[in-house]
């Protein structure tokens, strides 16, 4: 049963939803920059390498069964489903036309403090970029995100982008090549729509974004070899 992995996970401390579920969280978004490789996934070494016990490991895992990401196989454990490049802009390509419907609705609701509290929230992620602050940047970029969300008044389908945004591996914000920069340079044309009342135009740089997002994913999944197994 192969398991390796370039760079341990984090370890778990300062959250505050159910352990299982945080757990669940860190292995997904491990599976989604390719730190594992394709066979079954030890419980023991999961538990070891979070810092918790075994037991919210399984649960995690039985989380994951439930979406599809692992295969529970009775005798042998819990295998790796392989995902493939298709799976990836599929994703990407729902997560985009949910975030293009939120921006063209608050481009139509939003007003101009809103819009003056996201530049200033844009020209501070550009600092940050500048800095090399990844860790800020992915901050930033998502309190901006949350807010264009909120103002679409829509939230419901707030809740269905976090369903897939869930497959967005935002604790390995920094590792991904070109994620900083994206949230520095895509951001500009969406804040241009958002103060002109642009519903169209909003929906159509946010889908942008997404999907170069979505590609720079994609470009760091090959470059590990991920969809050669």
Request: aromatic share 6%; proline share 3%; charged share 25%.
């Amino acid at each position: 049963m192969d398991q390796i992995t370039t760079a341990s996970p984090k370890k778990l401390a300062g959250r505050h939803r159910q352990l299982s579920e945080s757990v669940a969280e860190q292995i997904r978004e491990s599976i989604m920059v390719g730190e594992y490789k394709a066979g079954y996934l030890r419980t023991e070494w999961l538990a070891d390498t979070l810092g918790v016990s075994q037991t919210p490991v399984r649960e995690a895992l039985m989380i994951l069964h439930a979406e599809g990401t692992v295969q529970w196989e009775p005798r042998r454990g819990f295998r790796l489903v392989p995902f493939t490049r298709q799976d990836v802009k599929d994703l990407y390509g729902v997560q985009a036309h949910i975030a293009g419907e939120l921006a063209a609705r608050a481009a139509e609701a939003i007003d101009t403090p809103a819009v003056d509290r996201l530049e200033a929230l844009q020209g501070d992620l550009q600092v940050a970029a500048d800095a090399g602050d990844a860790e800020r940047v992915d901050r930033l970029n998502h309190e901006i995100h949350r807010s264009i969300n909120t103002a679409s008044g829509s939230a419901k389908l707030t809740t269905l982008l976090q369903q897939t945004v869930r497959y967005v591996p935002l604790g390995f914000f920094a590792q991904i090549e070109g994620w900083a920069d994206a949230s520095a340079h895509d951001h500009a044309p969406i804040l241009e729509a958002l103060r002109s009342g642009d519903s169209q135009a909003c929906r159509h740089a946010m889908e942008e974004h997404i999907h170069h997002i979505g590609r720079l994913l994609l470009e760091h999944l090959s470059a590990r070899g991920v969809f050669d197994v």
